[in-house]
């Protein structure tokens, strides 16, 4: 790690800021393999929870932020960086009358499972990060600066349009995301924890949710597991989640039959899979929530 460091220190004092962009309100990818955003803007648009079906790397530069992924709330300094698995929740809460400045890297799994090796899993930072719950990387200054530089590069590739520019934008990315991951397998969270805030039992029972979407998870069930009552329950739910609990458990239920789909699993097997006990409730909700139906959205991913 440390001549990895040394090959990259020339850019330390690199600033971003040469392909500011307007900021899109899609939610969806338009390249196969990955977009580079850089947004530097006065906030005026309030962005509400969502998904997306790829990976996205937020990295933050100025402004005054705090990030809510999944019920936890993160309070962002410069150089923060988030990673945001495709099937979390989340959204920005921007206080307004500050410049904000942040670039975003949306990534598709296929395309880092193409990159990656036997021994190099390169969607593996993103899969932990949604298993241990836990998003938010703060570099030291030292791989800071390593992590600055690719970056540069990586935005200069993307303001051109040269020879070999494309080559060097998917090299530029998953040497990023290498680095990215070798940071997150030693990465503690000690240094960050007042930054940080979630209630551990409203924690407790996302996990359980989403580790249990198949099975029971009415009201009275998840209350008397964890010993909370349904008022107590109901209320600080929606207080870490911005989210009923109700609306919670069937926007993951959804979720979770997109990724189903996508493998190519039948329809009807996707909605016992998914905790959906009646066929006809979930072909109306998967319907009303992406405007499409499960069996066209299969025939489109297939």
Wanted: charged share 30%.
């Amino acid at each position: 790690m440390a001549a990895d460091i040394a090959r990259h220190q020339s850019s330390r004092t690199w600033n971003f800021g040469e392909f500011t962009q307007g900021f899109t309100t899609r939610q969806y990818m338009i390249k196969p393999d990955f977009e580079f955003f850089h947004y530097k803007d006065e906030p005026d648009v309030e962005i509400d929870y969502h998904n997306h079906d790829f990976y996205e790397i937020y990295y933050f530069i100025s402004g005054r932020v705090t990030y809510l992924v999944e019920g936890t709330s993160y309070r962002l300094k410069s150089g923060d960086i988030l990673l945001v698995n495709n099937r979390e929740l989340h959204k920005p809460i921007i206080e307004k009358g500050h410049s904000y400045e942040r670039i975003v890297l949306w990534i598709n799994p296929e395309f880092l499972k193409r990159q990656s090796t036997k021994d190099c899993d390169l969607t593996s930072c993103f899969e932990s990060s949604a298993q241990k719950r836990f998003n938010l990387l703060r570099p030291d200054a030292e791989l800071a600066s390593v992590l600055k530089n690719v970056l540069s590069r990586l935005e200069k590739a993307c303001s051109r349009d040269g020879f070999g520019d494309e080559i060097l934008k998917i090299i530029y990315v998953t040497e990023f995301v290498v680095f990215l991951s070798r940071i997150f397998r030693d990465y503690t969270d000690d240094h960050i924890v007042t930054d940080v805030i979630y209630n551990e039992k409203i924690d407790s029972i996302i996990n359980y949710i989403n580790e249990n979407l198949d099975g029971d998870l009415s009201l009275d069930f998840i209350s008397e597991k964890f010993f909370i009552s349904k008022y107590h329950l109901l209320r600080e739910f929606k207080k870490y989640t911005g989210y009923t609990i109700y609306n919670y458990i069937r926007r993951k239920r959804l979720i979770q039959a997109k990724a189903l789909l996508r493998e190519g699993m039948q329809v009807t097997e996707v909605c016992s899979r998914c905790g959906f006990g009646d066929y006809s409730n979930f072909i109306r909700s998967f319907r009303q929530t992406y405007g499409i139906s499960p069996k066209k959205y299969a025939g489109l991913n297939g």
